[in-house]
T-cell receptor, first 114, second 109 residues
Framework: IAGITQAPTSQILAAGRRMTLRCTQD?????MYWYRQDLGLGLRLIHY???????GKGEVPDGYSVSRANTDDFPLTLASAVPSQTSVYFC?????????????FGPGTRLTVL | GQNIDQPTEMTATEGAIVQINCTYQ??????LFWYQQHAGEAPTFLSY??LDGLEEKGRFSSFLSRSKGYSYLLLKELQMKDSASYLC??????????WGAGTKLIIKP
């Protein structure tokens, strides 16, 4: 079934630890995105990638890094987790960036940093 | 600044009609999106409006007034499965989505 997968589903992490959230899509979409969703706030863009080999910063990039080695995968890394990074993280993709293409979301990763 | 406002929570009765309002302020405008998000799940696309007027899609319709910076999502013949959060998002001149916090819709029998 075509779509976006994310791993892990949920994670509890000690502050200061490094963590990589995985995201894979099989729709051959060029653009991919990482959002965080916190109670009472709208989805906030962390990083994005317009195409394989390129990445860009979103609204809240500090403390996060991404890479886009190929079309399908877009991992998000927290180098040294802090409690304020407790959130639900959604990966999304769309056919092209800079367009009104619909974004498709993965199932999310619920991360708790203690 | 850029901002999306929508009510935090609404309650409606099964079989009834409900209208969820959204006002937006974006730097430039490339359209208004509505997404549905069930608890613990991913947002899923419902509708996109870029021209003024009403777009109907089955039980769901979405309306846009660009001059007023206003949109609404209309849900008819409500079913229990419509209990979810509804996210309004405006797309700015850079094709970036500005998201509202979502409206939690509670359907009562």
């Amino acid at each position: 079934i075509a779509g976006i997968t994310q791993a892990p589903t949920s994670q509890i992490l000690a502050a200061g630890r490094r963590m990589t959230l995985r995201c894979t899509q099989d729709m051959r979409h060029n653009a991919m995105y990482w959002y965080r969703q916190d109670l009472g706030l709208g989805l906030r863009l962390i990083h994005y990638s317009n195409t394989a080999g390129t990445t860009g910063k979103g609204e809240v990039p500090d403390g996060y890094s991404v890479s886009r080695a190929n079309t399908d995968d877009f991992p998000l890394t927290l180098a040294s987790a802090v409690p304020s990074q407790t959130s639900v993280y959604f990966c999304a993709s769309s056919g092209t960036s800079g367009s009104t293409d619909t974004k498709y979301f993965g199932p999310g990763t619920r991360l708790t940093v203690l | 600044g850029q901002n999306i406002d929508q009510p935090t929570e609404m309650t409606a009765t099964e079989g009834a009609i409900v209208q969820i309002n959204c006002t937006y302020q974006t730097s430039g405008f490339n359209g208004l999106f509505w997404y549905q998000q069930h608890a613990g799940e991913a947002p899923t696309f419902l509708s996109y409006n870029v021209l003024d007027g009403l777009e109907e899609k089955g039980r769901f319709s979405s309306f846009l007034s660009r001059s007023k910076g206003y949109s609404y999502l209309l849900l008819k013949e409500l079913q229990m499965k419509d209990s979810a959060s509804y996210l309004c998002a405006g797309m700015d001149s850079n094709y970036q989505l500005i998201w509202g916090a979502g409206t939690k819709l509670i359907i009562k029998p």
